[in-house]
């Protein structure tokens, strides 16, 4: 089925810019309700799905490598100080590209990509590991650093897949349950929405893990973690969200197996 491209003037255009041609005959139209069709999604066998993912699962492996180092802006206020890690300008990015991946292959073809990033990360893992293990040379000077580094790897990994795998699953979930409902409209609806559930399952499970891996042990400064982890993130995402809504729809228009299924 092709993809039709519209036109408009007002601020709800980009929502229909791209939109599935629709037969309005029922019997040329799959649905699960009479008359009802089903949203839309690209089959995961293109230059674009791999594209995508190529980009999407490595941002989880360099994000942790980042958030070894625990980062705090401050004063500002008193003593209070914003605390966070070194990961903070990357993984929202992480978010961006699974709003994508949702919104064009859906939640199973999404499900699959997450599975890829924690397979890359398992195998950057492993391989710290095994040159930490490595008998070091007499002229290398920075065992113990690299020991350190590694070792708070393992726990900011752990608290980053626990945390993704949460909050990414349920991005995605909420996204394309959102779009079951709203089909090619009220794109904005879909981002926030998944953006806000997941983002803040994300944070929680991630900043309760990796807290003592970055030196955070007193509960003010973890809940202040929490709460600018969680809005930095979601407020990233919502600006970022025209971005989003181009790619989403340069995507779409180029994808020639976007057709309601």
Not at 162 to 167: D, E, F, I
Request: a negative charge; charged letters at 15%.
């Amino acid at each position: 089925m092709a993809v039709g491209a519209r036109t408009c003037g007002g601020p709800g255009c980009l929502d229909i810019r791209v939109t599935p041609n629709e037969s309005t005959d029922p019997a040329e139209t799959p649905s699960t309700e009479p008359g009802r069709a089903k949203p839309a999604f690209a089959t995961i066998s293109t230059a674009y799905y791999p594209t995508i993912v190529a980009i999407f699962a490595p941002l989880l492996l360099i994000s942790n490598i980042s958030a070894t180092k625990g980062v705090a802006f401050g004063p500002l206020f008193g003593e209070w100080s914003i605390i966070t890690d070194g990961g903070f300008f990357l993984f929202p990015l992480a978010y961006v590209l699974g709003d994508v991946l949702s919104e064009v292959y859906g939640f199973k073809a999404t499900r699959r990509a997450i599975y890829l990033g924690f397979a890359i990360a398992a195998i950057g893992a492993l391989s710290f590991w095994l040159t930490m293990l490595l008998p070091a040379a007499d002229f290398y000077p920075n065992q113990d650093a690299f020991e350190a580094v590694v070792q708070a790897f393992f726990q900011v990994l752990l608290a980053s897949l626990a945390g993704y795998l949460v909050g990414q699953t349920l991005n995605a979930f909420v996204l394309v349950r959102i779009k079951e409902f709203t089909k090619e409209r009220h794109l904005w609806a879909r981002l926030i929405g998944s953006t806000v559930v997941g983002e803040f399952a994300d944070t929680v499970v991630f900043c309760l893990i990796a807290a003592g891996a970055i030196g955070i042990t007193d509960a003010d400064d973890l809940l202040t973690f929490i709460a600018i982890g969680f809005v930095y993130k979601t407020a990233v995402e919502i600006l970022l969200m025209p971005i989003t809504y181009r790619v989403i729809a340069w995507v779409k228009a180029r994808e020639p197996s976007y057709k309601v299924t």
